[in-house]
């Protein structure tokens, strides 16, 4: 039997949404980013995006991942940023303590396998060395034939205890 004396969590971020849409005003925002940025950045929680660089909604598209990697998504992610809505440049940002580094496919595809009981298909783009990996991304970014403006594509870390970024590449 459920408690009903006791909401979820998404329930209250509900009550949330429901507060922000009573003060919400139409600023005419459209789907092209003011800045004309694109960032990626790992889905960390102690990572915010919109606060480490100062940014407010209708500046800027925000793709997140487990680990801020450059994976197919990713990419599919930035060509619509960049030939359907207009982006010229991209940020990457990983950061220090991910959950990714330090680690491998085969062993977070074994502990998903154990917690659930199906071994996933897919690559989870562990990495050992966090700098090569944001530098990695990079390249990735600025060789794919989808992407036209690679021109300006930079990386960075993320150092969760001080709050510096860093650029790597």
């Known amino acids: 039997m459920v408690n009903s004396s006791r909401m979820s969590q998404t329930d209250e971020l509900l009550v949330n949404a429901r507060s922000y849409e009573s003060g919400h005003r139409d600023v005419e925002l459209g789907p092209h980013p003011v800045r004309k940025v694109a960032v990626l950045a790992c889905m960390d929680t102690r990572l915010n995006p919109y606060s480490l660089l100062g940014l407010t909604e209708g500046e800027a598209h925000m793709i997140r991942n487990a680990g801020g990697v450059v994976t197919d ?6 060509a619509i940023s960049q030939n359907v809505l207009g982006t010229e440049e991209v940020i990457l940002i990983q950061h220090t303590d991910c959950g990714l580094l330090g ?5 977070l595809a074994d502990r998903v396998e154990a917690a659930s009981g199906s071994r996933p298909d897919w690559p989870f783009h562990a990495f050992t060395d966090l700098e090569r990996s944001v530098r990695e991304g990079v390249g990735r970014i600025e060789s794919s034939p989808f992407l036209p403006r690679r021109g300006s594509v930079r990386g960075f870390v993320f150092e ?4 510096r ?5």
């Open 165 to 169: 970024l860093r650029e790597v590449a």
């Open 160 to 163: 969760v205890q001080s709050g």
């Open 103 to 107: 680690t491998t496919d085969t062993e």
């Open 73 to 78: 998504d990713a990419i599919r992610s930035l």
